[in-house]
Nanobody, 127 residues
Framework: QVRLVESGGGSVQAGGSLRLSCAAS????????MGWFRQAPGKDREGVAG???????TYAESVKGRFTVSRDNAAKTLYLQMNALKPEDSAMYYC?????????????????????WGQGIQVTVSS
């Protein structure tokens, strides 16, 4: 059974940092491309960062230069390092997984690409 569990969220002041983790279990992690998404109240879910099985990654324009996605295949964990946080980064953050090997960068930020999702974790950035 595929399971994705996010951790590391919380409240931080603008300019601060948080590191999200997504622990994966129940599947062969190295065969899965992974992504981070977020959804603020009243807004659509948006792709934040994605990383393919070949470690290529992509980011939303709004987070480029501030967020870094990485994966530890041995630990079956996905990370999102978030620096220089802004109030507009406040949202529920979700990790997602899709099997089948490398995913083109153009598809890594599309929610429809993924077939497994975590429950989400809240990030709140105060001004």
């Amino acid at each position: 059974q595929v399971r994705l569990v996010e951790s590391g969220g919380g409240s931080v002041q603008a300019g601060g940092s948080l590191r999200l983790s997504c622990a994966a279990s129940g599947f062969h992690y190295t065969n899965y491309s992974m992504g981070w998404f977020r959804q603020a109240p009243g807004k659509d879910r948006e792709g934040v960062a994605g990383i393919s099985t070949d470690d290529t990654s992509t980011y939303a324009e709004s987070v480029k230069g501030r967020f870094t996605v990485s994966r530890d295949n041995a630990a079956k964990t996905l990370y999102l390092q978030m620096n220089a946080l802004k109030p507009e980064d406040s949202a529920m953050y979700y990790c997602a997984a899709v099997d089948g090997g490398p995913v083109p960068l153009s598809q890594l930020l599309a929610a429809g690409t993924y077939n497994y999702w975590g429950q989400g974790i809240q990030v709140t950035v105060s001004s």
